[in-house]
């Protein structure tokens, strides 16, 4: 067992832990059975039933780092909705900015007079000069993996074993034991999605030179950091020799930074200087109000524009209605000024430390065989003694029954963290306190399980 702690031991905890959850919930307990009523699997999103619980914890308020339950207990928010929320739930910036721009409208399918100033802040944050918005991440992905064939004029596109990219049919492939396959979870998909999604192992160079060999591969879609198989760090000069080499075989370079914006004001391309062709983030861009965005370098964007002008009639199967919306634009205005800063961002990794100091402490004093991981503002431990090198190594090692005792334990204490793996986030309102107060429930957890 990687955890070297006894399976009874886990068990015995979880079943405790889950029944105190149902006795101090009495009111998201009643919520849960009403909702049923009304929707599939009791929740708005059926995402929102993977905690684990006996029945979904029903938030009536989100103020900062804080969460507020409808039973009225309190919790240390360290899951920030899986990122969405990494600058705080309502920070103050975002919540002035839809006071002063919700009234003069929300989206009239053009552009509002904040476009030129966002399109100056994303080329000065990010370094890429030409930018589109959509509503979410998974639309993004999907626009830029179209504008990628469309250009290099090739179907194939490559990504790492148990990426993740949301909602992108394209990139639900997995590769483990060398079989090629389509997630056994995907539903209602009726194509072989392996015939155009080629898949290799994270920090594999030497297969990553094999599947691009061919020169059939329109582009690279990769996470610089894996991040929702536990953490997986690239290897020293990884993505360098990833640059490289989409650079020699004539293959677009896109980064996902959806969750590693969290490295820095410049994400975790700037703060390495790597020069991908394309970015994509979404998720805490507009402070949690649905938005993301795409930008191409200088390179791109001219094949992009000499492609429109060739394109026959008909539509893109790019963009939807609410994209690119008035106040999409003002509230990645409020984003990137308030957060995207050497300033802004220097106490939440200060912070983020802390934890990370705090974590490896506790795992030191039990003599656990585990190890924590942190990339900017974000945490991580996992109940493995060894980072995994890459997706099939992580993905043996989450889901464990001991991730979700733990989760628990802590939850029942007043602190969440994110319930897919051990992941945590510093947000701007996040206090030392708070921090401590998670150190210290997972040392009385610990203690609970070696005892």
Request: aromatic share 8%; glycine share 10%; proline share 6%.
């Amino acid at each position: 067992m990687t955890s070297s702690i006894p399976g009874k031991a886990v068990e015995a905890l979880l079943r405790r832990e889950k029944d105190l959850f149902s006795q101090r919930h009495p009111a998201s307990k009643a919520l849960a059975e009403k909702a049923a009523r009304n929707w599939l699997r009791g929740v708005p999103m059926h995402w929102m039933v993977d905690w684990g619980t006996p029945f979904p914890l029903f938030v009536s308020k989100a103020q900062g780092a804080t969460l507020i339950d409808a039973d009225g207990h309190s919790y240390a928010d360290f899951c920030l909705g899986d990122t969405g929320a990494m600058f705080g739930h309502s920070p103050p910036a975002v919540v002035k900015a839809l006071e002063e721009e919700g009234a003069n409208g929300f989206t009239a399918m053009l552009p509002s007079v904040d476009a030129a100033e966002v399109g100056e802040l994303l080329e000065d944050r990010f370094g890429l000069p030409f930018w589109q918005i959509t509503a979410t991440a998974s639309d993004a992905n999907r626009a830029v993996l179209r504008w990628a064939r469309a250009i290099t004029g090739r179907k194939t596109i490559l990504v790492f074993n148990h990426c993740y990219h949301g909602c992108v049919d394209d990139t639900f492939v997995t590769a483990d034991h060398g079989a090629v396959k389509m997630v056994g979870g995907l539903v209602g998909e009726p194509r072989d999605l392996t015939a155009f999604t080629r898949v290799v192992e994270f920090n594999d160079v030497a297969a990553l030179e094999q599947a691009l060999a061919p020169g059939d591969v329109a582009c690279v879609l990769a996470e610089p950091v894996m991040t929702n198989v536990g953490m997986v760090l690239p290897e020293a000069g990884f993505l360098e020799k990833l640059r490289m080499l989409t650079e020699k075989h004539g293959t677009l370079l896109i980064l996902d930074e959806t969750h590693t914006l969290s490295s820095g004001p410049r994400g975790y391309a700037g703060a390495m200087g790597l020069k991908p062709d394309a970015l994509v983030f979404g998720k805490p861009i507009a402070g949690g109000i649905p938005a993301a965005a795409y930008g191409f370098s200088e390179a791109a964007a001219t094949r992009i524009q000499a492609y429109l002008r060739n394109r026959g009639e008909g539509r893109s199967g790019i963009g939807t209605t609410l994209s690119g919306s008035k106040i999409q634009l003002a509230l990645i205005k409020a984003v990137l000024t308030t957060f995207f800063t050497e300033e802004a961002f220097a106490p939440l990794i200060t912070r983020a430390k802390r934890l990370e100091r705090g974590i490896a402490d506790v795992i030191i004093k039990y003599g656990v065989p585990w190890h924590v991981t942190r990339v900017g503002a974000r945490v991580e431990f996992m109940c493995c003694p060894r980072p995994p090198k890459n997706g099939f190594e992580a993905s043996q090692l989450i889901h464990q029954p001991i991730d979700e005792a733990i989760h628990h334990y802590l939850l029942n204490r007043g602190v969440v963290i994110t319930p897919f793996h051990n992941m945590m986030l510093i947000c701007p309102a996040t206090t030392d306190a708070q921090v401590d107060t998670l150190i210290s429930g997972l040392d009385r957890c610990i203690a609970e399980l070696t005892a």
